[in-house]
């Protein structure tokens, strides 16, 4: 297996600290919650929580989808649900990355469900080339072509979450 650097430790840096802007720029005024998907958004939600200075509640929701181990199977299972009470609340989706689509939409269409009055994702990377069914992120950190990336967060078979840049796994 060889890794190569995509995304280097001080642009994920820069980029995460510029989307916590935007972010704080739309939510201001509101009770916000950023949802953290875990594991994969782990250190991208505490990274993205820490550079805001608006009040945010934080929460977790945990997910898997079955399937071989670099391809999603599209079926979704909630493994941990949120605690908090979302009704009336701003929901922000924190997601690691995007791929086919199908784990952020079932995410999704589920806090809608738990009556979150504002539903919003923000995605550290996105494939949008690699959509089998159409979602857009609100907040995008970086777009990439479809390649299977591993770390900050990104993992491959549960190895390689802590390297602290974004890597190309490739075979
Ligand atoms: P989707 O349902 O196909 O959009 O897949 C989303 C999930 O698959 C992400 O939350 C990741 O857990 C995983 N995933 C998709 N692409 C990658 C990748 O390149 N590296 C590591 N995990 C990935
Ligand atoms: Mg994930």
Known sequence: MAQTTLISREQIDGRVAEMAREIEAEFAGTELIALCVLKGAMF???DLVRNMTMDVALDFIQISSYGNQKYSSGVVTILKEPQ???RGKSVLIVEDIIDSGLSIREVHNYIE????AKVKT???????KARKVPFTPEYVGFSIDPQFVIGYGLDFAEKY???PEVQV???
Not at 113 to 116: C, E, L, T, V
Not at 122 to 128: G, I, M
Request: charged share 25%.
């Open 44 to 46: 991208f939600c505490a």
């Open 169 to 171: 796994l490739s075979d």
């Open 113 to 116: 469900s738990r009556g979150a």
């Open 84 to 86: 908090l009470d979302m």
């Open 161 to 163: 979450r802590n390297i």
């Open 122 to 128: 923000a995605a550290f990377l996105d494939k949008p």
